[in-house]
């Protein structure tokens, strides 16, 4: 047993990795800020010019920002959009129905908190500090409550078919753990229950 264990621990590491390494290739939108330059971008040379705003894969857009040369044009998960979303989920438990999530929701929400963390330590005001805390604390909470929710309703449906419409509202993240659960449930399944025809 703990070698399935094991096994399933690495497959679950791996799946991580390629929602990480899709969430750094998805597209944003930037305001570049630098002066002129050229930048080779997959396949192509992309002139960036100050002023203009460009699509540009997120690990590229993230290391613009951090150079001070580029704003990404992405607004924050604000903990209010997140409570919103908990108290729609909570209200249609035992549903099969799903808020609507943006992409890799909950990676951006994770990029935003450590960020958020980044800047506390940099306050040396106590009064702010205290504040940014707070929005660190209250948006954590609110997400990992969210997700227990909409957890739960995904293990539910698992054991069922269910059409692309309910698919849609889950976030990329939801996607492929939803994909990976019935994979792996299939698996059991057909080791259970099918019978192997001998000739």
Do not use: C
């Not at 630098?34 to 857009?61: C, H, I, M, Q």
């Not at 959009?81 to 909570?90: D, H, K, P, T, Y």
């Not at 409550?145 to 976030?171: C, M, Q």
Request: glycine content about 6%; overall charge negative.
């Amino acid at each position: 047993m703990l070698e399935l264990t094991g096994l399933l621990e690495l497959i679950g590491l791996l799946g991580i990795r390629v929602i990480e390494r899709d969430y750094e290739e998805e597209e944003v939108k930037v305001a570049y800020i630098g002066p002129s330059t050229s930048l080779f971008v997959e396949d192509d040379f992309v002139e960036l010019v100050k002023g203009a705003e460009y699509t540009l894969p997120r690990w590229l857009a993230k290391f613009l920002s951090e150079k001070g040369v580029a704003r990404i044009q992405e607004a924050p998960v604000e903990e209010s959009i997140v409570a919103r979303l908990q108290f729609n989920e909570s209200r249609s438990r035992g549903q099969l129905k799903f808020e609507k999530l943006q992409g890799h929701f909950y990676s951006r929400i994770r990029d935003q908190v450590s960020s958020m963390f980044r800047s506390y330590k940099e306050i040396n005001d106590l009064t702010k500090a205290h504040q940014v805390l707070q929005s660190i604390t209250k948006l954590s909470t609110a997400t990992r409550d969210l997700y227990k929710t909409r957890l739960i309703k995904i293990l539910n449906i698992v054991t069922s078919e269910i059409g692309p419409d309910v698919l849609a509202n889950l976030s990329e993240e939801e996607k492929q753990l939803y994909s990976a659960l019935r994979t792996i449930l299939g698996l059991y399944n057909s080791m259970i229950f099918e019978v192997e025809k001998h000739e």
